[in-house]
């Protein structure tokens, strides 16, 4: 299975959000974000967990920048968190934002380590939640100001651009089920998150074309495109299910950021929740801006089949008509998801089939497992098999994917280090890196020593 090779020059990164490692919520300057809010409300985030601490890389930057660089890792995507840069949203820029992330980005560099960098994963600054959020145009252009903030200062240096992370996750999952900030549950707003998270997309790159001058810089957006399959695929209804996931998750996003208009089938769907005259004449054209990399997180499958009529308020598809998900067989990790190597395959082969002329990048892809540190040669030893196998099973099926035609240039394992996950608090480790969370010790996991192998020598190790 493994020892194959990945094409030179072929990136080997790692990926972090700003709320989830930094701490320092309310150091030099940062302003409150929607997460700071959602996590200190009751009942939101696993045992009251916050973000106010994390990982503390706040102050750990250099030590951090040494671990990427021992990893043998080429790239580190970050985030970029907007409240740090302008904390009221608008206005007032805090040059102590600026001055941290040309620190980090300034640190790369000097390792070698090539910065990607994600301008928004999720953190929006709470006084623009109070406006509106993403529910309001307002909240497009002001994302449009913050990057050309960021572009003007880090333009010189950054070598990927990527506007969004995961926008059906903060339309749906935000605006629509409630489970992530600000915890709304409202289908229509749900919709209009969406197009103001695409209009954002393509108004920030516009900006940031403007103002970045490192000759080779690229630009990118990341979505959690799902792997539906169809539970019967001889069954009509089964596939119609398939084709509404797809319409929600997937071309609600890529159709109007890679080709410029909304399917017509999701508008169809979704007309009793609204009329989408919130997407102004101009908006597409503004959306469909010119990029170079389809970034892709890749964690699980999902099947679907025809089921009981049921209303979607307060659910993360909004309008979708008797859809019922189907269990996955396991194996599943920590977070309940199926570990379907085949499915980072098959999303690869499809994504490239719909958008032939993109270069791909996984911009995540990895397992949150219950690791336990031991004690062993007098050192901490974390022997995560299972974290192993996991990342070995997705890299010879990328590899596959390569070998099949798809411009796939890049992987970043999710995660660098343990951190915040979101709702579910410190509870979910997705590092390759342990982290104690009361000392803040960093511990190589077996699956960072094994990545290690496969980024300093292009081949997967046995
Ligand atoms: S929750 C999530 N994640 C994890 C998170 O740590 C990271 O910041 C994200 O980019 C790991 O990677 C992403 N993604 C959401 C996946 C969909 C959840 C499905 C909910 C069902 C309604």
């Not at 529910?135 to 969004?164: H, I, K």
């Not at 197009?195 to 957006?221: C, F, M, Q, W």
């Not at 959690?224 to 398939?242: F, G, S």
């Not at 997407?279 to 499958?301: A, K």
Request: proline share 5%; charged share 25%; glycine share 10%.
């Amino acid at each position: 299975m493994s020892g194959l090779e990945f094409p030179a020059g072929f990136t080997f990164g790692a990926a972090t959000a700003a709320y989830q490692i930094e701490g320092a919520a309310t150091e030099d300057g940062r302003g409150p974000s929607i997460w700071d809010t959602f996590s200190q409300t009751p009942g939101k985030v696993e045992n009251g967990d916050t973000g106010d601490v994390a990982i503390d890389f706040y102050h750990r930057v250099e030590e951090d920048l040494d671990l990427i660089k021992s990893l043998g890792l080429s790239a580190y995507r970050l985030s970029i968190a907007w409240p740090r840069i302008i904390p009221a949203g608008l206005g007032e820029v805090n040059e102590a934002g600026l001055a941290f992330y040309e620190k980090v980005v300034d640190g790369l560099l000097v390792r070698g380590i090539e910065p990607v960098v994600t301008l928004y994963h999720w953190d929006l600054p709470q006084p623009l939640e109070d406006r509106g959020g993403w529910t309001v145009r307002e909240t497009s252009y002001a994302f449009a100001e913050y990057a050309r903030v960021v572009g003007e200062r880090l333009g010189d240096r950054v070598a990927v651009w990527t506007t969004l992370n995961e926008p059906w996750c903060s339309a749906y999952l935000g605006y629509g089920s409630g489970d992530h900030a600000p915890g709304r549950r409202s289908e229509a707003a749900s919709l209009q998150a969406v197009h103001h998270l695409n209009l954002a997309h393509g108004l920030a790159l516009i900006e940031l074309r403007k103002v970045v001058t490192r000759p080779d810089a690229r630009y990118s957006v990341t979505n959690n495109l799902a792997m539906a399959y169809a539970a019967d695929p001889a069954n009509p209804e089964d596939v119609d299910a398939k084709r509404q996931i797809e319409a929600l998750q997937n071309r609600a996003f890529t159709d109007p950021q890679l080709r410029g208009f909304y399917p017509q089938d999701l508008l169809t769907d979704t007309k009793h929740i609204t009329d989408w005259s919130f997407v102004h004449d101009g908006d597409l054209e503004l959306i469909n801006q010119p990029i170079d990399i389809v970034g892709i997180n890749y964690y699980c499958t999902g099947t679907v089949r025809r089921g009981p009529e049921h209303s979607t308020e307060g659910t993360a598809y909004p309008g979708a008509t008797r859809v019922e998900s189907v269990e996955q067989p396991g194996p599943h990790t920590d977070m309940g998801w199926n570990i379907a190597p085949q499915g980072l395959y098959d999303l690869l082969v499809a994504t490239h089939e719909a958008y032939p002329e993109y270069e791909i990048m996984v911009t995540e892809n990895g397992a949150a497992y219950g690791d336990q540190p031991v004690e062993e040669d007098g050192g901490k030893r974390v022997h995560d098999t299972e974290r192993v196998d996991f990342l070995l099973r997705h890299f010879v099926a990328a590899h596959r994917a390569i070998e099949a035609g798809v411009p796939l240039t890049g992987y970043f394992v999710w995660s660098l280090m343990d951190n915040f996950e979101w709702a579910f608090g410190y509870t979910k480790r997705f590092g390759i890196v342990y982290v104690d969370y009361e000392t803040q010790e960093r511990t190589k996991k077996d699956s960072a020593l094994w990545y290690t192998k496969l980024a300093e020598t292009g081949v997967i190790p046995e």
